[in-house]
């Protein structure tokens, strides 16, 4: 797999770990088959850079899984997951009848996906699409079954600090000609001032060095939708309601203090 893939192998294997914890965020059964010995390995990496642990993943896929309950619960029932990596959301999650999931990823990370799961059956109509981002994926996730005319939720998690500031405009501009009214888009973002911040400099190392740089960061999340009604949400303070982050959020009026950002915007 080239660099950006194998960033899926490292948050299965923390997806794993997190499934083994007494006080787990959520429990993910697919995870260590799916991360294999190579996702352990970049995270043995992750953690020896990252000498704080910050669960940002963690709190991250939990906060995706309630998201996705929300929409499921409001009627929902197609859902399009981009550069889908080794998650397993359409196997491990309680999906209501008739619940497609299409997930997109390079061809590679699909047939790998394939190979680990074997014959283990899906919870929903799992539709799985071996195309990269920069194609003409809108017209083969039509040719696949996908009906722009029904409320879609989208998931675009892990995604965008490895894009270009004009592939990411372009990737919600495209997310936004596909959905009716009533859709859903579940994106994270790097803030601009964390990407600036000095403690996050041992982690941006490794990822340059691993092949797969964080290069976009945004301190206005919700105008990536601009004609969405978004809830914007400082990951630090759902990661402290949990109890699970280790320092206190920065103050909501304290401007350019470093965040990440939790997207749940609404057409």
Known sequence: MNPVAITGLLVAAIRAEESKRADRLFEDSFAHTLAGDEGRAALARYRKADGSSTPIIE????????????????????????????DARAYRLQWAAGTRVFEIDQAEVIEAK?????????????????????????????????DRTARTAWVVEGLLQYLERAMVEGLFARIDS??????????????????????????????????????FGCDEPAALLRDWVADVTDVAVVGNAWKRWPFPPAPADRRGAPRGYLVEARK
Request: glycine residues 8%; proline residues 4%; negative net charge.
């Open 59 to 86: 709190v991250r896929t939990r906060w995706y899984d309630e998201a996705l309950a929300r929409a499921s619960a409001s009627g929902v029932r197609q859902y399009v997951i981009l550069s889908a990596g080794m």
């Open 114 to 146: 394939a190979r680990a799961l074997g014959d283990t059956a899906s919870a929903c109509t799992r539709v799985a699409i071996g195309m990269n981002l920069a194609e003409d994926w809108p017209r083969q996730l039509e040719a696949c079954g996908f």
């Open 178 to 215: 596909l959905s009716a009214a009533g859709s859903v888009a579940l994106y994270d973002v790097v803030g601009q001032s964390l990407l600036d911040a000095p403690p996050l400099a041992t982690t941006l190392q490794m990822m340059r060095e691993l092949g797969a740089p964080w290069i």
